[in-house]
């Protein structure tokens, strides 16, 4: 009455072990033989004079040793252990010891006087077959689980994608300081620039005012040609002793021009910075910022550095690959239900493989009941239930599930098993049981035992289950509970002996939160994408690209779909417009109308119009990496005042 | 390829018409779904699928018959406590063979145990309003004793014959 120990338990089939007996019993010889390596099975069918010997054997020989007498049934038993029939070919002769009709089946494994052989017949693994149907019946709790697990992915990744966020934009904050810096220090050289200039004209002057005096007659003309070549040539600085006023001015020009471009800018990053610094979490992607740079530097130089910008692009682009998706997920709180509704991609597959083939088993699983949740040791359980057939059936559930099983017919067993000193992992307690229900049970047992107790109960209206909640117990299996539903609750419990992806014990435990909607189609474009993981919605492809660093096109097809999910949200209000809508009115508003190249021509159209950081950026995508946006950011502040002044000053130096 | 084309050809002989489920088919007929509506098909085929052995079904059948011993012993004792007016008994009774069936996915039989539960609980059938009246309680758990007998009966059949122990 216990169903602690199922035929499972032995090692070779009943069936085998029958069939074994059966040829060992010597009555039956005239129809049944055995000899060394093969079995025969004897009656013909073909022949009318042996249809009394196929009669015989399944009237009297088989039910003899089996409980049905069914000789198809038979041969059907036999080709599921893998035995084969023995074809004897007309070419050498066709005849059979046994005589022309008879059957006979031979079995690597099984031979006459071999009986630990018999160990290594086993049924053969069941053909995939109606996978629908069990699908359908196991969906729900499966549901479930998938989607448990699918929510631990999913905030894994989130919490991932938070970090390497947050790495990134302390590096961005930190580039933007350095750029700062640097900025601070070309403008101090600017000034110093000026002052040599100041200090140089003063000089000038002084050295015509004496030229002048010393040599009254020299005709201004040829300083003045002097004074071209020099600049033209060279852009010299003023710095030789002879050098005419021309240079001079022209430097100045020059010097003031940039000086001005100098001092905009810092304005611009210090905002920026100033951003980031507000909304720690909420720095976007810059599109709108650097368009108006670029859109800026357009107008105050006619011819932006355009290999500059392109070939800073490269490892630029890269880097944006990467930010982009965190860009867009920040802000977003992983625990925080509502959010998740709104993730765009379905979980990683990684996190999923362990679980996976248990889910993937369902239509094969059929008869290899066996399912090894992956214990690290063996759960022991006690299963306290009155009624034999749910106790026996329980009890064969928990087995398939690898877990040792210890039975109580009602509570009060359950109370001295557990008084007595008996250790077990897990109690699923039923309830309404003769001499003590399980909710007493329970609450003796709490006085002693911290044992997770799980009530298996039909009754589970809410008043009832607060009921067991406040008796110490932990969790309801509501009854009759099905497989699934007792796997789930003894990986819900029993997490800390599963050798599952770290997480899930933390996970599981909570209610989730998320709607069934997305439960429903995530965990449906799992399941069906198991295998091909490219082939299910949008949101696959489109997550796998970020990580899989894949090509830009990909952005292109993936974005609208995924974060077109939720663009009204929080995220493009919080971290685009602040930024896109102050800077415009910097000092350098007026530079929108652009006249420049193809490329950054797109762009500050994009951002001259009202679209929202995603389609910027998406579109910013689209027209390739060359182009990019995010070089200039760094460039320019470098191109503007560094470079230019620069120059003039290497040029003497050799 | 040679093994599994043998085990397949005969299957497609001897199961002809079944659509590979659970069933003992030679002859095609006895299915799962056979089984009828009395029977939960998925609850019923989740005990099956513990069965080591597929054409004897040790496991599942001494359950089932297990269930028969134990459904018509409990039917005795609810005649018996229908004698001695005990409605107490006759909830836990309900109670009782509810469990089992229900695990069997006996839908009807279940039902039927569920209300005798409630009615011996002096509540009505779906066990939310109370019925003081013993005698009408008495009357009610009568009633449905009987027709969860009926249902029994019928399960029963379905069960055994799905296990071909029509003659035994």
Not at chain 1, 149 to 178: D, G, K
Not at chain 1, 468 to 486: A, C, I, R, S
Not at chain 1, 496 to 514: A, C, D, N, S
Not at chain 1, 529 to 554: I, Y
Request: hydrophobic share 30%; net charge negative; aromatic share 6%.
């Amino acid at each position: 009455m216990d169903g602690n120990n199922g035929p499972g338990a032995n090692n070779s089939s009943d069936f085998v072990r029958k069939l074994y007996k059966m040829l060992e019993t010597p009555t039956d010889e005239n129809v049944l033989c055995s000899t060394r390596g093969r079995v025969e099975d004897l009656p013909r069918r073909k022949n009318d004079a042996d249809e009394q010997q196929n009669e015989k054997f399944t009237k009297h020989i088989l039910p003899k040793h089996f409980k049905h007498s069914n000789f198809a049934s038979f041969v059907r038993q036999l080709n599921k252990y893998d035995f084969h029939k023995v074809r004897h070919n007309n070419e050498e002769g066709g005849s059979s010891p046994y005589g022309a009709g008879a059957w006979e089946f031979k079995h690597p494994d099984f031979k006459a006087n071999n009986k630990d052989a018999l160990d290594n017949i086993r049924r053969k693994a069941p053909a995939p077959r109606k996978p629908n149907q069990i699908a359908d019946d196991l969906l729900p709790t499966q549901q479930m689980d998938l989607f448990n697990t699918q929510l631990v992915a999913t905030q894994h990744q989130l919490q991932i994608l938070q970090e390497r966020y947050n790495e990134l934009s302390m590096h961005h904050s930190m580039l933007l300081q350095e750029l700062i810096g640097m900025q601070k220090t070309v403008v101090n050289h600017e000034h110093v620039m000026q002052y040599v200039m100041n200090f140089l004209q003063s000089v000038d002057g002084q050295r015509r005012r004496e030229s002048r005096i010393a040599n009254p007659f020299a005709p201004p003309a040829s300083a003045q040609q002097n004074g071209t070549v020099g600049a033209g040539g060279s852009l010299l600085p003023p710095i030789e002793d002879d050098t005419p006023a021309s240079p001079l001015q022209h430097a100045a020009k020059l010097l003031s021009e940039t000086n001005a471009d100098a001092i905009l800018n810092p304005r611009n990053l210090e905002h920026m910075n100033e951003v980031s610094m507000r909304m720690n979490n909420t720095l976007t992607t810059p599109p709108p910022d650097i368009a108006l740079r670029n859109g800026k530097r357009s107008s105050s130089r006619g011819a932006p550095p355009h290999s500059a910008a392109s070939s800073s692009s490269i490892p630029y682009g890269d880097l944006d690959h990467m930010v982009y998706p965190v860009g867009h997920t920040n802000g977003i709180d992983p625990m925080y239900s509502e959010h998740v509704h709104n993730i765009p991609y379905p979980m990683p597959t990684k996190p999923l493989e362990p679980t996976d083939p248990r889910y993937n088993q369902p239509p094969g699983r059929k008869k290899s009941t066996q399912i090894d949740p992956g214990w690290i040791r063996q759960p022991q359980i006690l299963l306290v239930e009155d009624d034999p057939t749910c106790r026996r059936i329980g009890g064969k559930f928990l087995y398939a599930f690898h877990c040792s099983i210890d039975t109580a017919l009602d509570g009060l067993e359950a109370v001295n098993k557990l008084n007595g000193g008996s250790k077990y992992d897990l109690v699923l307690m039923d309830i309404i049981m003769p001499n003590l229900d399980g909710v007493s049970a329970c609450h003796l047992i709490r006085q002693f035992d911290a044992t997770p107790i799980i009530a298996m109960t039909s009754n589970i209206r809410s008043d009832d289950i607060s009921m067991y909640f406040q008796h110490g117990m932990n969790d309801v299996l509501p009854k009759p509970f099905t497989k699934e539903g007792l796997l789930s609750m003894l990986e819900k419990h029993l997490a800390h002996l599963k050798k599952q992806p770290p997480g899930l014990e933390h996970m599981v435990p909570q209610p989730p939160g998320p709607p069934q909607a997305l439960a429903h189609t995530s965990a449906k474009a799992s399941l069906k994408s198991e295998e091909s993981p490219a082939t299910s919605p949008a949101t696959v492809s489109n997550w796998n690209s970020p990580v899989g660093s894949s090509a830009a096109d990909e952005y292109a097809h993936g974005h609208p779909g995924a974060y077109g999910i939720p663009p009204g949200s929080a995220m493009s209000q919080g971290a685009g417009t602040p930024v896109y809508a102050t800077s415009p009115s910097g000092p350098m508003g007026a530079p929108r109308p652009p006249q420049p190249p193809p490329h950054r021509r797109q762009i500050s159209e994009i951002t001259g119009g009202p679209d929202d950081v995603t389609a910027a950026s998406k579109r910013q995508q689209i027209y390739g990496s060359a182009a990019a946006a995010p070089p200039p950011m760094l460039h320019q502040p470098m191109g503007q005042s560094v470079q230019h002044p620069l120059t003039p000053l290497q040029r003497p130096r050799p | 390829m040679a093994t599994t084309h043998s085990a397949a050809s005969v299957k497609s002989v001897y199961s002809t018409g079944t659509d590979g489920s659970i069933v003992q088919s030679e002859d095609g007929s006895a299915g799962a779904l056979d089984l009828g509506a009395d029977i939960d098909a998925a609850t019923f085929e989740q005990i099956l699928e513990m069965d080591d052995d597929e054409e004897e079904r040790e496991f599942s059948r001494s359950i089932v018959y297990d269930f028969f011993t134990q459904a018509e012993g409990t039917f005795q004792k609810m005649d018996s406590n229908l004698e001695k007016r005990d409605l107490e008994q006759l909830s836990a009774l309900g109670h009782f063979l509810k469990g089992s069936s229900a695990t069997l996915g006996l839908t009807k039989v279940k039902d039927s145990c569920e209300k005798i539960q409630h009615y011996g609980a002096h509540k009505d059938a779906t066990g939310i309003e109370d019925e003081l009246d013993d005698d009408i309680c008495l009357k009610n758990c009568k009633e449905t004793i009987e027709q969860a007998k009926k249902e029994f009966a019928e399960v029963e059949i379905a069960l055994k014959r799905f296990y071909r122990d029509e003659g035994s």
